[in-house]
C-alpha cells in the first residue's frame, strides 16, 4: 500500500487555490464534468471565480449564506505547523500518460513512464466513500511544502460520487458532517511513513525576495511553439517581483518571492491561440502576448489505393494480361500480408575485429519502439519486411523483431548460417569467471537475470552439448544447464552462487563468451574504501531549464562535483563522465564507466514534465533504473535522496534509458528535483541544497555496498 508521504504543511490561501479533476489534470480523453481548470466555488455567494454558479445541491445541502469553516491555522491541528489530518488517504488510478521525465532525457529510442500513483488526501462523509481533489495551493513561507486541502476550506469541489449521494438524498446529514470543529468530527490517526523516510521532511532553502522591475518572461512554452496537451496545460516563467500578482488568460498564477511563476490553465481556444500574460503591481502593470501552435486533431486518412491492386477485370486487358495481373496481386498480398518468406539476408552491424566492443545492435518489438534485444555486430539473419526507416528481421520460427535501417547491410546470395551449439566449458579471469557457448557463427541472443542466475537466450540455434567443463577454483558459477525451448532456439541457464553484479556478451573464437563479473572486497566498516564509482552529471547536450532560466547541466555539475568530493572521502575512486560545460554524447557515458571498470555508475539529472501533466500533482524525487541486478542501489539511492531532500517520493522506477542500460556494473539516474518549479529551482541554486542532493546519492550508495558486504 502506497503510504502519503510525510510533509510539513502551510495555511492554505484560497485566494490561489485551483482545484484539478482527477483525470482532465492529466489531459487525457478520460476528462470527467468537474469545475474546470481554475474555477473556484465560493461557499458564501454562489459564484465561482470564473463565473460559473455553485451547484443546487451545494446550496441546498449548506443554505444560500452558509460558509465552511476555515483551515486551521499554523500550529493548529496534530502538530506545529501542520492541519488536522482527515480519514481516508485514498490511491489514485495509474494513468497511461508520460511520467516526470521529458523526453529530452532520452534517446529516441525510449519511451514514456507509465504514470506514478498520485496519493490525495480525501475526507469520508458517513457511510460515502472519500473524494479528493488534487490542488494547486499557495506556498508560502518555507516554499517546499505539499498542500492537501479538506473540505473545511472555503471554497468547494463537487465530484461524482459527492453529487451521486447529494442527490440521493444525503445532503443535510452530509452538510452537518462536514461542518469543521464540530463535536462529532474526530480525525483519523496521521499515516504511517514509509520505511526509510524520515518522520520530519527538511524544509527547503526559502526562495529568496526579488522585488525589481515588472517585465514578463516565459521561459516554457517559446513563441509559437506547439502544445501536444489536449486540454490543458503549464507554463512558466518569470515577472520580476514576488509582490506582483500575474494572470494568463484571466487565470491568477503562483508567483514565487523571487518573481517566477509556475501556471496551469486550460488550453487556449483554437482560434485563438495565445497567451495573455498580465503582471500587476499597485497600478504599474507589464503585458505580454505569447502566440502558441496546438496540436490539430485531423482525423486518421486511409492510403490512397494502389492502382496496381485493382481488380484486374476492371482492367482493358487480353486474357493473358488479366492472368499475369492476378498472379502479380496474389504476390503483393501475399507480401504485404503474409509476409512468412524471407525477401533477402541482413548483417547486423559491422564486425569488429576487438573482441571487447561496447558496439552492440538495437531491436525493437515494434518499428520505432522500446529497446528490448541487443545483438553483436556481423550477426546474420532473415530480412522479412522493409518499413521506413525500419526493417523486420527473423530470430527463429517464431520471433521477428524491428531494427533501424541503418544498422543492416544487405548480403545477397548469403544464406542465414545453421548454428549448432557444442560442448561448453568455464574459465577463470581477472575479474570473475567466464562462460563459453561455442556455436560457430554469430546469433541473436537476449539475457534474462534471476535472483542467482542468469539465463542466455539464443536464436537461429540448436542444442548439442554433451559436456560442460567447470574451472576448479570457480567460486561464482554452481552449475549450467541448457534446454532447447524451440526448434530454433535454446536456453542457457547459468546458476550462480549469489545474485548477478554485473556481466559482458562478447564474440571470441567462434563462440559466445558471457563474462560474468564478481562482487568487489566490501569492508563493512568503510564500504567505499577501495572502489571505483562513476558519477555522470547530466547533459549536454539538451536539457531542462528552469522558470528563472537555471539550465540542468549547469544545476547537476556543482552537485556531482561535491558528490565526488563525499565518495573520496569515504575511499572511493570516482570517474567524472565529464567536469565541465562541454557536451558528452550519450552513448559515451556509459563506455567511460565500462572501461574503467567502476562498480557502480550514478546520472545526476533534474526533472520535469511532458505537455499535459498538473506540474503542482507529485512533483518530488525519483530514481531509475533498467537492469535487474542494478534494483538494489536504485532503491538505497532512493531512500538516500528522500532522506536528505524532504521532496515527494515518487519510488523507484524501472526506465528504458540510454545511460543506464550498462550490463558491467550497477547503474542508476537520479531525478532528485524538479528545475522547473519555482521553489525547488531555486533551491538548487543553494549550497545547501547541493550538499543535500550529493549526500543522499552518497549515503545510498554507501548503504548499498554495507549491505553486499554483509550477504
Not at 40 to 59: I, K, N, Q, Y
Not at 380 to 399: C, I, K, P
Not at 637 to 666: E, F, H, K
Request: hydrophobic share 40%; proline share 9%.
Amino acid at each position: 500500500m502506497y503510504a502519503a508521504p510525510q510533509v510539513q504543511h502551510d495555511p492554505v490561501d484560497t485566494s490561489l487555490v485551483t482545484f484539478v479533476p482527477q483525470w482532465p489534470q492529466k489531459g487525457s480523453d478520460e476528462s470527467t464534468g468537474f469545475a474546470h481548470f481554475g474555477q473556484v466555488f465560493d461557499g458564501a455567494s454562489g459564484e465561482s471565480r470564473d463565473g460559473g454558479m455553485r451547484p443546487p445541491e451545494l446550496t441546498a445541502a449548506l443554505g444560500n449564506g452558509a460558509s465552511a469553516a476555515t483551515p486551521p491555522a499554523e500550529g493548529e491541528g496534530d502538530g506545529a505547523g501542520e492541519p488536522t489530518e482527515y480519514a481516508g488517504t485514498t490511491r489514485a488510478a495509474d494513468a497511461e500518460i508520460g511520467f516526470p521525465q521529458s523526453m529530452q532525457k532520452r534517446d529516441i529510442g525510449s519511451f514514456s513512464r507509465p504514470q506514478k500513483a498520485q496519493t490525495t488526501r480525501g475526507v469520508t462523509l458517513g457511510g460515502m466513500r472519500p473524494w479528493s481533489a488534487n490542488i494547486r495551493g499557495a506556498k508560502q513561507g518555507r516554499q517546499q511544502k505539499r498542500r492537501y486541502l479538506s473540505v473545511c476550506a472555503n471554497h468547494y469541489l463537487l465530484g461524482m460520487p459527492l453529487l451521486r449521494d447529494l442527490r440521493a438524498g444525503l445532503a443535510l446529514p452530509l452538510a452537518a458532517a462536514i461542518a469543521c470543529g464540530g463535536s462529532s468530527a474526530t480525525p483519523s490517526p496521521a499515516p504511517t511513513p514509509a520505511p526509510g523516510r524520515p518522520t520530519t521532511a527538511p524544509p527547503l532553502p526559502a526562495v529568496p525576495e526579488v522585488d525589481g522591475s515588472l517585465a514578463v518572461r516565459v521561459q516554457y512554452p517559446s513563441p509559437n511553439q506547439q502544445i501536444t496537451s489536449r486540454d490543458s496545460n503549464f507554463i512558466f516563467g518569470s515577472i520580476g517581483s514576488g509582490r506582483a500578482s500575474l494572470t494568463i488568460n484571466g487565470y491568477p498564477a503562483r508567483v514565487y518571492p523571487n518573481g517566477a511563476f509556475m501556471g496551469w490553465l486550460p488550453n487556449p481556444p483554437a482560434a485563438s491561440p495565445r497567451y495573455e500574460l498580465v503582471a500587476a503591481r499597485g497600478s504599474d502593470t507589464a503585458r505580454s502576448t505569447l502566440p502558441i501552435r496546438l496540436a490539430s486533431a485531423t482525423p486518421a486518412r486511409l492510403p490512397a489505393p494502389d492502382s496496381s491492386l485493382r481488380k484486374p477485370e476492371n482492367l482493358s486487358t487480353s486474357r493473358a494480361d488479366t492472368i499475369a495481373a492476378l498472379n502479380a496481386r496474389l504476390d503483393s498480398l501475399r507480401t504485404r500480408i503474409a509476409r512468412t518468406e524471407p525477401i533477402g539476408v541482413v548483417q547486423i552491424g559491422q564486425p569488429s575485429a576487438v573482441a571487447d566492443t561496447d558496439r552492440t545492435i538495437i531491436g525493437k518489438p515494434i518499428p520505432g519502439g522500446t529497446y528490448k534485444w541487443f545483438f553483436t555486430p556481423g550477426t546474420m539473419a532473415a530480412l522479412m519486411e522493409r518499413s521506413g526507416s525500419s526493417v523486420r528481421v527473423r530470430l527463429d520460427d517464431d520471433l521477428d523483431v524491428w531494427l533501424d535501417s541503418a544498422d543492416v547491410r544487405d548480403m545477397p546470395g548469403a544464406v542465414v548460417p545453421r548454428r549448432i551449439m557444442s560442448n561448453m566449458r568455464v574459465r577463470g579471469s581477472s575479474m570473475g569467471v567466464d562462460v563459453i557457448i561455442p556455436i560457430g557463427q554469430r546469433a541473436p541472443y537476449f539475457v534474462e537475470e534471476g535472483d542467482r542466475s542468469i539465463t542466455l537466450t539464443l536464436y537461429g540455434v540448436r542444442g548439442n552439448t554433451d559436456i560442460i567443463n567447470y574451472a576448479t577454483a570457480d567460486s561464482m558459477v554452481r552449475s549450467i544447464e541448457w534446454k532447447q525451448v524451440g526448434t530454433e532456439r535454446a536456453a542457457v541457464t547459468v546458476n550462480l552462487r549469489a545474485a548477478p553484479f554485473g556481466y559482458l556478451v562478447l564474440w571470441e573464437n567462434n563462440a559466445l563468451v558471457l563474462k560474468l563479473r564478481g562482487r568487489p572486497a566490501i569492508d563493512v566498516n568503510r564500504p567505499l574504501a577501495g572502489l571505483t564509482i562513476a558519477v555522470d552529471p547530466g547533459h549536454p547536450p539538451i536539457g531542462s531549464t528552469g522558470p528563472t532560466g537555471l539550465y540542468e547541466a549547469n544545476a547537476v555539475l556543482p552537485v556531482s562535483v561535491r558528490l565526488k568530493r563525499m565518495l573520496e572521502e569515504r575511499g572511493a575512486r570516482v570517474v567524472m563522465t565529464r567536469t565541465n560545460d562541454s557536451a558528452v554524447a550519450l552513448g559515451d557515458r556509459p563506455i567511460i564507466a565500462r572501461k574503467a571498470n567502476v562498480h557502480a555508475f550514478v546520472s545526476i539529472h533534474l526533472n520535469a514534465y511532458p505537455d499535459g501533466v498538473n506540474p503542482f500533482v507529485a512533483p518530488g524525487t525519483g530514481t531509475y533504473f533498467f537492469r535487474t541486478h542494478s534494483e538494489p542501489l536504485a532503491r538505497e539511492v532512493q531512500r538516500g535522496m528522500v532522506s536528505q531532500m524532504g521532496l515527494i517520493d515518487l519510488g523507484v522506477n524501472y526506465d528504458n534509458l540510454a545511460v543506464v542500460r550498462g550490463t558491467w556494473y550497477p547503474a542508476v539516474l537520479c531525478e532528485g528535483a524538479f528545475v522547473i518549479l519555482p521553489d525547488q529551482e531555486a533551491a538548487l541554486r543553494t549550497p545547501e541544497f547541493q550538499e543535500r542532493y550529493a549526500k543522499g546519492v552518497a549515503d545510498g550508495l554507501e548503504s548499498y555496498f554495507r549491505s553486499l558486504g554483509t550477504q
